[in-house]
């Protein structure tokens, strides 16, 4: 009698057990479903739609797809995103993981660094925008000082066509190395010590270890930040918006798709032909996601 | 167990609340209550005055106020219009007002005007005109801004010239201009900039007998020469007589910064800047105002918030009476008092008053000779095609020409679809 009702107990249990696991994710499960996945339904839907006002729309099929491909200006937006994020996710790694391991040294102060270098992500990006734009003041701001005591001229920073991306690529660099250097940080202490003992005993070099020990065992870590990065720089729009102003005359080679799609959805008020934008976005984020996820296999390490 | 029936309660509790906020109160039936909706907080402590006041002879009308930054505030009141839950009286402004009066979202008030045989008169006719949509009357003017020609008072001196007046046209300001640039320590006679259109580029077009959209919305006015020459008048203070920092100049540091800090003598600004130039010490010693001068005749924009009525409102004779009286004389004074410009004439006296540095009355005389603030259906998507392409021609990238041609096309296809 015995054995037979354990099973059933254990059964129950086990049901009991679902429920109540259901009911814990329950909060974070309808918060993803109702702000996440429902909207992301919902713009695909609206972006076959003609918005007009107080929220009616009609039918319009490819009208903002179209649109879209007609404007040259949403073509200058998504060739200024990509070349920001293909230039700022590799150089904020390569910054990030040299901070990171200069960091993971025993060297005097160490928290106060690592705090410094965490500073900036715990700043609003609106502030952060407000101060870069008066670093790069090209009247009084304090890099064309510096530059104007080695007698060199400082260009435009925020309003020459030439200069403005890599002005904007420079400020998103900065501000994600804390995030990605503290990320990296707990990879390089996941790395066992012994490691680079045995390789020091074997006579090799601090560049050799770090390129043959250091690099190899990071590379799980580095690969999470750089997808994570890469999402997160082709939806860069907060210090654009800040630092760029609609009448600036830089400002084609400067706004990113989410600065259109601000644009088109909360200054114009054309939802449907924003929902279109963001999708499309979405979809190249996606593939170069699975992209990335395809290519970890040459270079990743999981031991 | 204990746990989580905590837990549960929790979370019900927190759905509870978020479902809650629509909640109504039943009205009773000898008192009304009307929901007023505004943006600025900084009127906040005037507002409660004017209801105080109001309630003084209407005791049975109770007034609710609801503030919300301007930031949301159209956002949400284009919600609550799209579920049918507008409050009854609110704040309008130019750029909205066509939208909300075309989609039947505002209660027409001529009927209500001539039934009451309310004088309409001490209110300026370009204000009366913002919130007219087929020939229907939507608003009552609350308030106004205009647009003055504010010079610095010690640069004038150092250059021994005489302070700008009435009698200036705009031969006058460029020579005057001229004289007060000084190209090695780079301070400028004026700066004209195009950052806020109302202040700046919207005014010469006028003065030069052009319009930015024509009367009845249809057409745009960016193919009439004269609107093209008002353009190009003030695009040549920085590109032809060189009395202007450039645009990008501007755009680095902001034209009233530069104002503030004397290095421009002088600049088209609009009356909502005073607070600001009242609060810097230096501006507040060294800075004045006069009217706008001459093109071909005087002119300048008029904008200024209305108190509308919304359509579904249940108590529209209540609403009728609060909107009535906010724009009263009696009103009016209270709210000069405060500082606003009231936009009922004769009592703006005490407005001006209370800023004896400034010439204030160079606002109210700029208010007799004023035109609507231009507005359609869609006022944002022509607004930005005017911006973008000016900008291009103030960085030197397009004539003004090829910009108003480029203007006049995108704003008549807009226009059309409206």
């Not at chain 1, 990065?229 to 210090?239: L, T």
């Not at chain 2, 409660?48 to 159209?74: A, M």
């Not at chain 2, 003030?234 to 503030?260: G, R």
């Amino acid at each position: 009698m015995e054995s037979r009702k354990k099973p059933h107990k254990a059964k129950e249990k086990l049901n009991n057990d679902t429920f109540w696991g259901y009911l814990f994710i329950a909060p974070t499960l309808l918060g993803l479903l109702i702000f996440y996945i429902f909207p992301l339904f919902q713009t695909f839907f609206y972006s076959f739609t003609n918005w007009g006002d107080f929220g009616n729309y009609s039918w319009s099929g490819l009208e903002n797809y179209k649109a879209m491909l007609d404007n040259p200006k949403i073509w200058q937006s998504f060739r200024n995103t990509l070349i920001y994020a293909f230039v700022m996710v590799p150089l904020s790694i390569a910054v990030s993981i040299l901070v990171a391991v200069l960091l993971n040294q025993k060297i005097k102060g160490l928290t106060v660094y690592r705090t410094l270098y965490f500073l900036p992500v715990v700043t609003m990006p609106a502030a952060i925008g407000m101060i870069w734009k008066w670093l790069y003041n090209s009247d009084y701001g304090i890099i064309n000082q510096v530059l104007a005591w080695f007698s060199v001229n400082g260009p435009d920073w925020l309003t020459d066509p030439n200069w403005v991306l890599i002005s904007i690529i420079v400020v998103g660099t900065w501000s994600v190395i804390g995030t990605n250097m503290i990320i990296l940080l707990s990879g390089l202490q996941g790395i066992p010590k012994s490691l680079y003992e045995a390789a020091s005993m074997d006579g090799a070099g601090v560049t050799y270890s770090f390129f043959r020990i250091t690099l190899p065992l990071l590379s799980p870590t580095v690969f999470f930040v750089a997808v994570i990065s890469f999402i997160s720089a082709f939806q860069v729009f907060d210090f654009i918006f800040m630092m760029v102003s609609p009448t600036n005359p830089a400002i084609d080679n400067a706004q990113s798709v989410i600065y259109l799609f601000y644009h088109y959805a909360f200054v114009i008020g054309d939802k449907g032909l924003a929902a279109a934008i963001s999708f499309v976005l979405f979809a190249i984020i996606l593939v170069l996601t699975i992209i990335q996820f395809r290519l970890q296999k040459r270079w990743v390490h999981y031991d | 167990m204990k746990k989580y029936l905590l837990f549960i309660s929790l979370i019900v509790m927190v759905m509870l609340a978020a479902c809650s906020s629509d909640e109504e109160g039943a009205s009773g039936d000898e008192e009304t209550t009307i929901k007023y909706a505004y943006w600025d907080k900084n009127q906040e402590d005037m507002l409660k005055d004017l209801v105080e006041e109001f309630n003084k002879d209407n005791p049975t009308i109770e007034i609710t106020l609801e503030l919300t930054p301007y930031d949301q505030y159209f956002t949400k009141l284009d919600a609550a219009a799209s579920g049918g839950g507008l409050p009854d009286v609110f704040w309008m402004n130019g750029p909205n007002f066509v939208k909300y009066a075309s989609n039947d979202m505002l209660e027409s008030i001529d009927e209500s005007i001539s039934e009451d045989d309310l004088d309409t008169s001490p209110y300026p006719d370009g204000l009366l005109g913002l919130y007219q949509y087929e020939d229907k009357t939507y608003a009552l003017p609350k308030d106004y801004d205009t647009i003055g020609l504010w010079y610095n008072k010690e640069l004038f001196d150092e250059a021994g010239l005489d302070y700008p007046d009435e009698s200036w046209d705009w031969e006058d300001l460029v020579s005057a201009a001229e004289s007060l640039t000084n190209p090695e320590d780079e301070t400028y006679g004026i700066a004209a900039f195009i950052q806020d259109s109302q202040a700046t580029y919207f005014n010469t077009i006028l003065a030069a007998d052009g319009y930015i959209i024509s009367k009845d919305k249809t057409q745009s006015g960016f193919d009439d020469p004269n609107t093209i020459e008002g353009i190009q008048k003030y695009h040549d203070l920085i590109h032809k007589h060189e009395v202007s920092p450039t645009h990008v100049q501007m755009e680095t540091t902001n034209a009233t910064s530069m104002f503030e800090s004397g290095k421009v003598a002088m600049m088209f600004q609009a009356s909502y800047m005073i607070p600001q130039f009242k609060a810097n010490e230096y501006t507040n010693e060294n800075v004045d105002v006069a009217v706008l001068p001459t093109i071909k005749k005087r002119s300048n924009v008029i904008h200024g918030l209305g108190n509308v009525i919304a359509s579904n409102s249940e108590n529209k004779d209540g609403a009728w009476e609060f909107v009535k009286f906010l724009s009263s004389e009696k009103a009016a004074t209270i709210q000069a008092e405060a500082g606003i410009i009231p936009a009922y004439e004769g009592t703006q006296q005490s407005w001006v008053e209370a800023t004896p540095n400034f010439n204030l009355q160079a606002f109210l005389d700029m208010a007799e000779v004023s035109e609507p603030y231009p507005v359609s259906k869609d006022t944002s998507k022509w607004a930005t095609i005017i911006q973008d392409n000016l900008a291009k021609a103030w960085a030197g990238q397009l004539t003004v020409e090829e910009a108003s041609e480029i203007i006049n096309k995108e704003m008549e296809e807009i226009l059309a679809s409206e």
